[in-house]
C-alpha cells in the first residue's frame, strides 16, 4: 500500500537529486562529488541509512566531512535527502543501491575513514542468516576501502549478529583492532544521534550490542572473486 507519506518522496525535486549520487558501477571521483570539500576532508559511510536521521545529523554536526550513504530502498533515500534538506545540510551524497557491490566497486583503496552499518536487517532465522550484509566477503571489501585509522562502527539488538559480525573480521588476521577491549563489545551505550531503530528496539526494552574497529596498517590479502559484475541494466532494475 502507498500512503500519503511514501507519495511525498516519490517525485525527486531538484533539490533533492543535488544530494543523490550516480547509479552505475564506476568508481567514485570524491573530488568531483563535493566539489566544496578540502582535498583531504575526512569520508564517512554509512551502508543501510534507511530514514537518513543518523547520516543527516553526522553531516551537521561534521560540515568539513564528506558523507556518503547507501541505502537499497529507493524511497528512503529520497526521504534522506528530504531531510538533509530540512537540516541544511549539504556534505552528503545519498546512493540507492545494494552495498556489496558498491563497496565492492565505487570505492577506491583506503578512501574511507569512518564507517557505520547500524541495524543491518538482521535475518534472524537459521535458513535467511546467510542474507546479511555484513560476511566476511563484505568485511574484506570494507578492509580494502578502509583507510588506517578507520573506524568501523557496528549496532544491532541481534547479539548473535554482532558476534558473528566480530567472529568474521577474526578471521581477517591483523587488519582490525578491537576498541571494546576486554569483552570485545559494548551494551547499551549512550549515542550521539541514536537511529530510528535504536529508538524503536529500545523503546521495546531491547538490549543494543554496539562494536567499534579500528583498521590498522596491515596490507588486505586478495577479495573474494565477485559472482556477479553488476553490467549495464535496464532501467529501474538497477542495482547500483
Ligand atoms: C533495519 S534497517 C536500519 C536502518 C537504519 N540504519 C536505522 O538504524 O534506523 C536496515 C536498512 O538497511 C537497508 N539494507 C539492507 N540490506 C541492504 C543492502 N544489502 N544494501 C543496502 N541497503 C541495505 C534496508 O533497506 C534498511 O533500510
Redesign the pocket.
Known sequence: MVTAGMRRYRNRTQLQATLIGPRGSDLLDLDTLFPDAAPKARVRLE?????G??ISALAKAHPEDRLIG????DL?VTKTAHRCIKDGVANVRLFA????GFVRFRLRPASIHRIYV????PWPKLGHRRRR?LTRSVLLDLSHAAAPGCRLVMASDTHEYVFQCLSNLSTLGGLWRNLYQPAGYRIDIPTRFP????RHKKAEGCRIAYLSMERTDAPPPPRAPWPVRPGPQPAGQRTL
Not at 543501491?97 to 556489496?100: I, N, V
Open positions: 551502508l543501510g541509512f534507511g530514514h536521521e543518523f547507501v541505502e537499497q530502498d528512503r543501491g545494494e552495498a556489496h547500524l541495524f543491518p536487517d550484509l537511529t530510528l531503530f535504536e
